[in-house]
């Protein structure tokens, strides 16, 4: 069976199971769970320190989401430059908490889009889609994983993309990005406002040095205002406020986006 092996754990989080467990669950433990599950999350993606509290506010959103069977996972290629989108040539992803399953129908039905291929160099050392995965784990136990990395692709191709494996309260989608990078604390503040702000209005357009992730953010907000989603900023703070100095800050946001 091929497999793509954790390549940040002991870095961006744990290595060890049990640590890895005990972090995420105290990461969660002040957080509220949902009214009703999301359709789509908006979660950062830097190592659980400076992001984690941030993504566990918007996974908090997904506990008692039974339904949830099936994840497609989005995020921006950090290590290989490359055109279109990737999906990976492995049929399982694994963490620390164990293996995952790669959604092989999914994948396949992306594979007839013509921006889409298969390219294992692409996940191998990409940390965007690993670092979700123990929160997916820890709150959705099994489940099916399509994963996409975004290289240079266009906002209607990873819209189209998305549409693809959309399917419905089984499906749950996830785009990874942090926000502002490099700023001093209160400039990343005003920047990082005005682009929730964006995000908020489902305007899109915004631009690499907004958001990391921001042709994935871009498409989903575009298949979110065609399809009647309403959104939720559910937690945006930076480096500055969780565990880094503030003289260079990174922004990270979390946002649950929900079909009426």
Known sequence: MRTREA???????PAGARELASEVNALMARQRGPAEPPKALIAPHAGYV?????????????????????VVLVGPSHRV?????????????????GAIRIDDDAVERLL?????????????????????????????????????????????????????????????????????HYHRYEEAVVIDKATSGAILDLRGGLAPEQACGCVGINALLAVAKRRGL???E??????????????????????????N
Do not use: C, K
């Open 7 to 13: 390549a940040v754990a002991g870095m961006f989080y």
């Open 50 to 70: 400076y992001s984690g509290p941030v993504a566990a506010a918007v996974y908090s959103r997904l506990r008692g989401a039974e339904a949830i069977r099936r």
């Open 81 to 97: 430059a490359f055109s279109g989108l990737a999906v990976p040539d492995a049929q399982v992803f694994v963490t620390p908490l």
């Open 112 to 180: 007839a889009l013509p921006s889409v291929s298969r390219r294992a160099d692409a996940h191998m050392l990409e940390h965007s889609l690993e670092v979700q995965l123990p929160f997916l784990q820890m709150l959705l136990g099994e489940f099916l994983l399509t994963p996409v990395v975004i290289g240079n692709a266009s906002t209607n191709a990873v819209a189209t993309a998305m549409d693809a494996v959309w399917g419905g309260p089984e499906t749950l989608i996830v785009v990874s990005s942090d926000l502002s």
């Open 230 to 232: 309403t959104i939720e």
């Open 234 to 259: 559910v937690d945006r703070r930076n480096s500055g406020d969780t565990a880094g100095p503030r003289d260079q800050v990174v922004g990270y946001a979390s946002y649950a986006l929900y079909e």
